[in-house]
Structures are given as C-alpha cells and as structure tokens.
C-alpha cells in the first residue's frame, strides 16, 4: 500500500471515503494518480460491524456536535442530530439500503420543467441526462445493480409482498424488488444477499457495495491510493495567486498535520463539506472558499420523506431480509395535477424495535404509543422519498458558539419545508395508506422525517458562476484545483435515492481530473 | 410462517448471581417464575427505594405493556440510582420531580403517585409535568432503556441480530402466507 509524504505537493487529496470520495479515489488511483484519502472516522471492516441498532449507531455514525434550526420536526425532536449519516471509512456507503436509481431527464432540467415556483431556488443542472448516461452505465456496472448487466433482482421478503400486493390491487404497475446495488448472485468477488436484514447498520457478508471493501481496496491494490483514517480535516490553504495548496487536518492522535496537495477534492458529505469551505475562510476568500456566488452552504436539501407504517391481523414479520427490497414507482413522475412538481418514491423500508420506538412517533408516550409498538411483528413498512425545493435560507451555516474539539465552529442546519413538499408529503401519507389498506391494513401511522440521509445542494452546479459553487465537473468556479465530489453538487435532489448519481459524477469527474493534470491545466 | 417464540429464552439457572448483574437478573426472576421483592431497590446508593418505585410507576404508565413484568421496567430505571451517584444534577432533577409529582398527586387525590389506583389518573398528573425537563430526561431515556432490552425483544416478536444465523434467506424472510393474489 502506498504511503505519500506529507510534503508531496504531487497528490490529489480528497476529503471524504464515501460514494464520491471513495469512488474518485479509485477512479484516480486506476489511472495512475497519487491519491491521499483523509477520513474523518475509523477503519471498521465489515466483518465488524454489528447487527444491533443502537450499538451499530455508536460504532458507525456521525455523532460529533451539530446544531439546527427551522420548522423542520428533526430540529425539535433530534436538535442535534440533523442527519444520519456515517463517520467511518466507506462513509455512508456502510449505511445506505443499496437502491441505485437514475435521474429523468426532466429531473436535471427543473427550472425549465417546473418554472418559476415562489421560494424555490431552481435552476437547471449544467449537465444532461443524454452526458450521464454513459457515467450511469459504469456506475451500475461497477455497483453491480439488479436489473443491470443482466442481473437478476433479488427476491422480495414479506415487506415486499406486502408492499406489492397491495400497489397491485391500487392499480399501480411499475412494482419490483428495485434497482439495488446488492449481489443477488456472486459478482466482483462478493456473494449474494443473505437476507440478513440490518443493511442500515452495514453489510456484514459484503453482498451490498459499499467504497469500504469495493473501491477503496481496489484503488489501494494499485500502489497509488494511501487512505487515513481518523484524519479530520479542518482547514483548505490557498496560495497568493488563489490556488488551493494543501490541508491542514487532526491526524488519530489529536496532532496537526499539513498535507500538500496538487487538487484538492471535498466530499464529506452535505453538511460536513460546506462547513470546511466556510472554516477555510481567508483574507483572500473572507467569505469561505469557492464562495463568491454567496451560494456555499445554501440550497440545502434532504429530500420529501416520510414513512408508512401499518400494522395488519396476521404476521409480517418485516425485519426479516433487505431493507430496502422493492419500489413503487409510478408516483416518481411529475405530474403537477397532483397539487405538486416532482415525484416521489415508494421503498419498502423496516426499522428494528429499538428504532422504531425512537422514530415511529418521537416524544409520543402512553396507550396509544404503546399500542403501535405492540404491533411490530404485524407491521409492514415504506419510506417516502421525493424531491423537494433548493431554498437559498435552506442553510448549513458555521454555528456562532458552538465549536468542536479543534476550536472549530460547528456546522449549524437550518431547514423549513417548501409548500411544494408538505403537498408531496400529504399525497404520499394517503397513497402509502392506500396501498396497505388494500390489502387489509388494520391502522395505518405516518410516520415523521428521520434524521437525514440523503443530505443535498449545499455546493450546487451551475452553469453560470454566480448561480452555484462548481461546474458541471464539481470544480469549483472561483479555484480551478479545488474539487467538490459529493452530494453537495446536486443542483437539485429528483425524486429517488442519490447513491447512483454521486457515484456516476464521481466516475466522470475523475476522468476530468486526471485530463487537465495530464494536460497540466491544474 | 415461522412466528417468534415469545417466551424468554434466559436460563433460570443464571438466576441468584447477585444483584450486581442487574440487568438481566431482575429479568429472569421474573421468566423463572419467581416473584419479586421490594428488596430490589434496598440496594440504592443514592435515590431512595420510594422515588425508585415512583419510577417504575412512571416509566409503566409512560410506556404500558401489559405483558411486561415490572422487573423490565426495573432494569429500565435503576440506572438512575448510578446516574445520580455521579452527577449531583441528575439527582437533584429525579428527587425534586418525583417530589413534584407526588405534590400533583396529592394536591388532587391525597394520595402519593405511586398509590393512585387508576391508570388514567396517573397518565393525567403525568400530563401536568409532561414539558418539565424531569419528564422530558426520563422519558427519552426511556425510550431507549425499555425498548433495548435484548430480553424484551422475543415479547414483540422481535429476533435481534441475525447474521450468526446466516440471515433469514433459510428462516423465513418470505414465508408470508395470508396475502390475498395479486
């Protein structure tokens, strides 16, 4: 494996081991590039992971000091939990549910579809469904998604079942066991789904991807990537002429380390990654980094989501198998008649016992609570997940007193949502209902927003400088060898899970990069 | 389909190891058909036997599941003897919470919490105290001390951690046998 000098002002360092980071890192590491991953969480290797709720929680996710604010029910109930998101090598990959889905191509063209909607902030993305579908392709094939490539699906547990007979006998038709980057067969040297459940807390068998056992080694095989983990980077540095130089980060031991670099790539995630170019402000930058659009940290999205839960007479027993493991999708179209723009998806999804006392009703107590509770293992489930509005006052700012244990300001999240998505949200509650009383669904419960998973748009692209942070790469606008490789570049958020899209621009961005090296643009 | 034993799966002989091994001790007293003293919260450093049993009051008509004993709302709620041994804060917010609860109940009934008869009563003067951080703090901790008792699970037809047993692709993951065809 390789081991790069902190002085070595000839690497790419990216921020971050999840979907993008991860994924660019190898791309890089393949073709030759000398790559430095600088991970904020621990190595923990899948075999480790543990299949329990809450100690899988304190093992894997990112549980360091944020605060909120906003109307948003999390900032009441979870203050300082805005997401739920992983602080480990393979970043969120560990913790996603594996569905790989692509944008429509109305989807990254939403101003023009969608218009002029009061408070939103919409834009179209610089990039065309027709530019990505080669990237998408790769990604699939590199994640190995069912009803890709000429794999199978995989098969459909009782949620499933559930979920489908009752879509069936509303009439919906595009129902099946998803688009998953989980091996229903043995591929890539991995071996297929278990049906162990518990894929929120890691893949102990390795059959869903994740960057942990799938890029990451792969990119190490090749001598050129060195990952660290227990590195939190704090701070980008720039030189005179403007151009980013290296970062400054906490190595495992609390120490500060300077690690030079020639680019320099972020993906920490939404919250995580606008919170860096804030702290990196500078006489040059006094606003942050990559910042004169004013747009770093704003546009914030999460998504529309919500879940059903409903309890039925007889057994379920949803816990058992996939988490995620079939999809409506005929409601992921836009069709403003509803009352709304964009889509939504219908995921089965299913949380243990622990969690679901945490999240079917936070706060709530007594008989009625309790009731619910007892109905369990006669409970099937759905999360709702749609695209929601890019607010400019959607915000992850650098919170004025809070900091963490470097003396760094804490990301702070802001959220209110649009009326677009509390339309979406209440269509979406009626038609979860609908599917599970169709099938004899005794009491149905909506169930509240979780913490976020899919945070988004917090350094959006754009065609225009001074609409966005990066362009239609992720570089930045305003520092041609500054880098954003996540989430946060989404112009806007789409109806379905983001993963595949992250990946694809991960894909496509590491053959930019490695060009303008070539070609010593940067 | 293959449904959950709902009986415990705990080994009577684990019993009587002393009461150092709280958690699932007070459990299994209970699966083993052995009933349960006062005794079990003489052994309080610091909170007093009365305001651990207002507790176990409180967290029952918090979250009532009535085929859970009291010995798992027990487990639940000892903790705050330890919690308060340590932090004179916690302490303070329990005994000055249950004292105001105890008040609420006297005010209305002449009677401690721990003896007004009806559930619904209760669950009213609980009502009154809902936004105090006293109720806020043992409710939340709550929420997670129940619910997270691996000995608790079964009881809701809950299997836990699965992997050991080569997940469910043998054990019934689509064993659904009720749906009508679609």
């Known amino acids: ?522 | 389909m293959r449904e959950v034993d709902r009986r415990s799966k705990y080994d009577r002989r684990v019993f009587l190891k002393g009461a150092a091994t709280a958690v699932p001790t007070v459990a299994i007293a209970t699966s083993a058909g052995l009933t349960i003293s006062d005794a079990w919260a003489d052994d309080a450093t610091t909170l007093t036997p009365a305001t651990l049993k207002t507790l176990v009051k409180m967290a029952r008509d918090i979250y009532p599941h009535d085929f859970l004993a009291d010995s798992y709302y027990i487990t639940a709620v000892k903790p705050w003897d330890g919690k308060a041994v340590k932090d004179p804060a916690i302490k303070s917010l329990i005994n000055d919470g249950v004292i105001r609860l105890d008040q609420e109940a006297t005010d209305r009934h002449k009677i401690p919490y721990v003896q007004v008869p009806w559930e619904a009563d209760r669950v009213a003067l609980l009502q009154r105290i809902e936004q105090t951080a006293f109720f806020q703090k043992v409710r939340g901790d709550l929420v997670v001390s129940l619910y997270n008792q691996k000995e608790v699970w079964p009881k809701f037809g809950y299997e836990g951690s699965s992997a050991e047993y080569g997940g469910y692709l043998k054990r019934g993951f689509a064993d659904i046998d009720w749906l009508p065809k679609a």
């Open chain 1, 1 to 522: 494996m390789a081991k790069f000098d902190l002085n070595d002002s000839g690497v790419v360092v990216i921020v971050g081991s999840g979907a993008g980071g991860g994924t660019l890192g190898n791309e890089l590491a393949q073709k030759g590039m000398k790559v430095v991953i600088l991970e904020a969480g621990p190595r923990v290797e899948n075999h480790e992971f543990i299949n329990d709720e809450w100690d899988s929680f304190a093992q894997l996710a990112w549980s360091d000091m944020r605060t909120t604010s906003g109307s948003w029910r999390v900032a009441k109930d979870f203050p300082n939990l805005p997401a739920w998101i992983v602080k480990a090598v393979g970043g969120s990959t560990t913790h996603w549910a594996g569905a790989s889905l692509r944008f429509d191509e109305h989807e990254f063209k939403t101003r023009s579809t969608y218009g002029g909607i009061p408070g939103a902030n919409l834009l179209d993305w610089p990039i065309t469904l027709a530019e990505m579908k080669p990237y998408y392709a790769k990604a699939e094939d590199k994640m190995g998604v069912t009803r890709t490539n000429g794999i199978p699906g995989l098969p459909g547990n009782n949620n499933f079942k559930v979920l489908e007979a009752g879509a069936r006998k509303v009439g919906y038709k595009t129902v099946h066991t998803g688009n998953m980057a989980i091996n229903s067969e043995p591929r890539d040297g991995r071996g297929s789904c278990q049906q162990i459940g518990f894929c929120f807390q890691g893949c102990k068998s390795g059959a869903k991807w994740s960057t942990l056992y799938t890029e990451i080694p792969k990119g190490e095989a090749t001598g050129n990537l060195e990952v660290r983990p227990n590195s939190m980077v704090i701070k980008i540095e720039h030189d005179q002429s403007g151009k980013v130089t290296g970062v400054v980060y906490a190595d495992e031991s609390g120490a500060m380390q300077r690690q030079k670099a020639r680019v320099v790539a972020v993906a920490g995630n939404s919250i995580e990654s606008p919170r860096l170019l804030l702290n990196s402000a500078s006489n040059m930058f006094p606003d942050g980094l990559a910042n004169s659009s004013g747009q770093v940290g704003r546009n914030y999205m999460r998504h529309m989501t919500g879940s059903v839960y409903a309890s039925f007479e007889k057994s379920v027993h949803m816990y058992r198998g996939t988490t995620m493991a079939g999809i409506i999708r005929d409601e992921s179209r836009n069709d403003p008649s509803r009352g709304f723009v964009g889509g939504y998806e219908m995921e089965t999804l299913s949380i243990g016992l622990p969690f679901m006392a945490a999240f079917l009703n936070p706060g709530a107590w007594g008989r009625s609570f309790t009731s619910a509770m007892e109905g369990y293992p006669r409970m099937a489930g759905m999360w709702l997940v749609g695209e929601d509005m890019p607010q400019e006052t959607n915000r992850v700012t650098l919170d004025p007193k809070a900091k963490d244990k470097f003396g760094m300001p804490v990301a702070s999240v802001h959220f209110d949502d649009h009326p677009n998505d509390l339309a979406m949200r209440a269509h979406a509650y009626k038609q979860g209902a609908a599917v599970y009383e169709a099938v004899g669904a005794t009491v149905t419960y909506p169930t509240p927003p979780y913490p976020s998973t899919h945070n988004l748009g917090t350094n959006r692209m754009s065609e225009k400088a001074r609409d966005g942070v990066v362009n239609k790469y992720g570089q930045t606008h305003d520092i041609k060898n500054l880098f954003i490789s996540d989430g946060s570049q989404f112009t806007s958020g789409a109806a379905c899970n983001p993963t595949l899209t992250i990946v694809s621009l991960a894909i496509r961005q590491a053959d930019h990069i490695a060009g303008a090296m070539q070609r010593k643009e940067i």
